[in-house]
């Protein structure tokens, strides 16, 4: 059947070097209804079923607890079923497509810091394209991830006094993970950030001479943050 399709179809638009060797290997009406279809580019049906024949683990992955939705619903919203296996048969850079949904630049200013990763366009760093028993389509838990690049993160764990978020590996309790106006990546200015979470401490305070940087809120003077 492929031969005949190719009377009419440009055989070297549709199998380019480096084509998904699947492609190349099957006849078209493996994947196409040669007479219509109500998919597009006349599928025999949806392309998740299709190509989740091959692709078991992609199967898995929708499975866990946080999966993408454009996987679920149609893998060549991302994806060239025709394309090159060198890039996993995207359809644009990786960088270009996840920001086709997840735009955020308009938030971004001159001011900010900017985690390396996403101002790289290297989302897959930290992310799993198509799904993952951890929030957020991250790619393991926070403290082996940040750990990855931020390697004193595991002499923390081995401290006497652990802060709790690092402790159970939540790390974004306290820091932005893309982008922030506050140094480090904070979420707010170290010593608020503190009272977030600790603020009946002061307010429970019955002391008449209270410790100055207590009072003050300033919790860094005498603590590690870590």
Known sequence: STSLCMECHDENELFPEGT???????DCVDCHNPHGSNDASLLSEKSVGLCLECHDEVEDQLNMPSHHQPATDDCLKCHNAHG???????SQETEILCISCHDS?????????IHPPYDEGECLTCHSPHGSRFDSLMRTDLNTLCSECHEDSGKWLLQTSTHTPVKIGRCIKCHEPHFSDKDYLLKDNQDDLCIRCHESTIENSSLKIPHEPFADGECSSCHGIH
Do not use: Q, R, W
């Not at 998904?20 to 099957?26: G, K, Q």
């Not at 090159?84 to 995207?90: A, Q, Y």
């Not at 630049?105 to 810091?113: K, Y």
């Open 84 to 90: 090159k296996s060198e890039n996993m048969l995207l």
């Open 20 to 26: 998904h060797p699947t492609i190349t290997d099957l």
């Open 105 to 113: 630049s308009n938030h971004i200013t001159d001011s900010h810091n």
